[in-house]
């Protein structure tokens, strides 16, 4: 399993971004937990958002509720990170994690497969 996480870039206080996490091959995305982890500069990987498998439960760090969406598209191959009115302390790399038949958990050793990060950047 391969996952390649895009849509990263550099944003104004306030703006959107959108980003994908696209699997390779395999068993489609339907079957996995997805999870959204950020890792900012001179601080520990955190937990962002996530999604269990069955697509009927999503949780998010109290930080980003509201702001920020999780979800999965039809095609069983790609999930999402919807982030809305960003913060510069949203700026970070971000990571996109999946489980066959996950929980959809907050901890890392909750997902087996993880794809490169894509760095955001909030300008105030």
């Known amino acids: 399993v391969q996952l390649q996480a895009s849509g990263g870039g550099l944003v104004q206080a306030g703006g959107s971004l959108g980003l994908s996490c696209a699997k390779s091959g395999g068993i489609p995305f339907d079957y996995y937990a997805m999870g959204w982890f950020r890792q900012a500069p001179g601080r520990e990987r955190e937990f962002v958002a996530a999604l269990r498998w069955s697509g009927d439960t999503t949780t998010y760090t109290d930080s980003v509720k509201g702001r920020f969406t999780i979800s999965r598209a039809s095609d069983g191959n790609t999930g999402y990170l919807q982030m809305n009115n960003l913060k510069p302390e949203d700026s970070a790399v971000y990571y996109c994690?999946?489980?066959?038949?996950?929980?959809?958990?907050?901890?890392?050793?909750?997902?087996?497969?993880w794809g490169p990060g894509t760095q955001v950047t909030v300008s105030s």
């Open positions: 994690a999946i489980e066959y038949r996950g929980r959809g958990g907050r901890g890392f050793a909750d997902y087996t497969y």
